[in-house]
């Protein structure tokens, strides 16, 4: 059981979801946005992201520096 939807989703989606699932108001600075629209058939935008920024540092592990 499950499902699938056609979106790019993310971690930062899972604070809005959380708080619009409980009926609190999701801050205007949250990045992410709620997926229970999804989760109820809806289909919120067409435009709902098309992608996800990602990034690796080694920065705070020193003994994975380059030399």
């Known amino acids: 059981m499950g499902q699938v939807?056609?979106?790019v989703v993310g971690l930062q989606d899972v604070m809005p979801t959380l708080l619009e699932?409980?009926?609190?108001?999701?801050?205007p600075t949250v990045d992410g946005?709620?997926?229970l629209p999804f989760l109820r058939g809806e289909q919120p935008n067409a435009r709902w992201r098309r992608y996800i920024h990602g990034e690796h540092c080694t920065c705070y592990a020193p003994e994975q520096e380059m030399q």
């Open 5 to 7: 939807i056609d979106a």
């Open 21 to 27: 699932a409980a009926g609190l108001e999701i801050p």
């Open 33 to 35: 946005r709620s997926l």
